[in-house]
């Protein structure tokens, strides 16, 4: 069954750091091109990150830019997003996701929630 | 940056009848256009992508149009589970920009 499983949320503290990760399974992270997808509560969809092919050039929404780093290990069949110095803007569900034929598969998101 | 509008956005509609979501691009993105589905508490799911080809296990309820601008998704013989945001997509940018629209919240009466 082709899925991707998000982990790593929670709370943190403005300025603070968390480490996202995305497990798949079911195909092959190596041959597609992924990224991660943020949704502030009651909002719409935002790119955050976006990452093509298995030596991948890495591309960030200007806002993250300096602050979020994203990764891929093909051998774990993971993604991660590493975000420091976060900000209260920053709360959202963070997805994961494929890019098959269009955004063809999702995570089913983990909740960061940046606070004091 | 391309813009993505959409229209209207929220629509009330009775079981059975269609509804017609629009979505208006602020340059042509050719048809390199998707269509999500998000309940609430769940994850988006992909209904249409290249404008009008349904993804895999989508019911031909949902059908997509359009090219360059402007773009339509429609829903025949509306149930309730069709109650749902919709939100519009383009992939055509790159190196990326692909934005997305506001989304139409779609209620079913």
């Known amino acids: 069954q082709v899925q991707l499983v998000e982990s790593g949320g929670g709370l943190v503290k403005p300025g603070g750091s968390l480490r996202l990760s995305c497990s798949a399974s079911?195909?092959?992270?190596?041959?597609?091109?992924m990224g991660w997808i943020r949704q502030a509560p009651g909002k719409g969809l935002e790119w955050v990150s976006y990452?093509?092919?298995?030596?991948?050039?890495?591309y960030y929404v200007d806002s993250v830019k300096g602050r979020f780093t994203a990764s891929r290990d093909n051998a774990k069949n993971s993604l991660f997003l590493q975000m420091d110095n976060l900000r209260v803007e920053d709360t959202a569900t963070y997805y994961c996701?494929?890019?098959?034929?269009?955004?063809?598969?999702w995570g089913q998101g983990t909740l960061v929630t940046v606070s004091s | 940056e391309i813009v993505m509008t959409q229209s209207p956005a929220t629509l009330s509609v009775s079981p059975g009848e269609s509804a017609t979501l629009s979505c208006r691009a602020s340059?042509?993105?050719?048809?390199?256009v998707a269509w999500f589905q998000q309940k609430p508490g769940q994850a988006p799911r992909l209904l249409i992508s290249?404008?009008?080809t349904r993804a895999p296990g989508i019911p031909d309820r949902f059908s997509g149009s359009g090219s360059g601008t402007e773009f339509t998704l429609t829903i025949s013989a509306l149930q309730s589970e069709d109650s749902a945001v919709y939100y519009c997509?383009?992939?055509?940018?790159?190196?990326?920009?692909?934005?997305f629209g506001r989304g139409t919240k779609l209620e079913i009466k």
């Open positions: 996701v494929r890019d098959g034929d269009a955004l063809d598969v």
């Open positions: 079911g195909f092959s992270l190596n041959y597609y091109y």
């Open positions: 990452l093509s092919g298995s030596s991948p050039t890495i």
């Open positions: 340059q042509s993105v050719s048809t390199i």
């Open positions: 290249g404008a009008s």
């Open positions: 997509h383009q992939y055509a940018t790159w190196p990326p920009g692909f934005t």
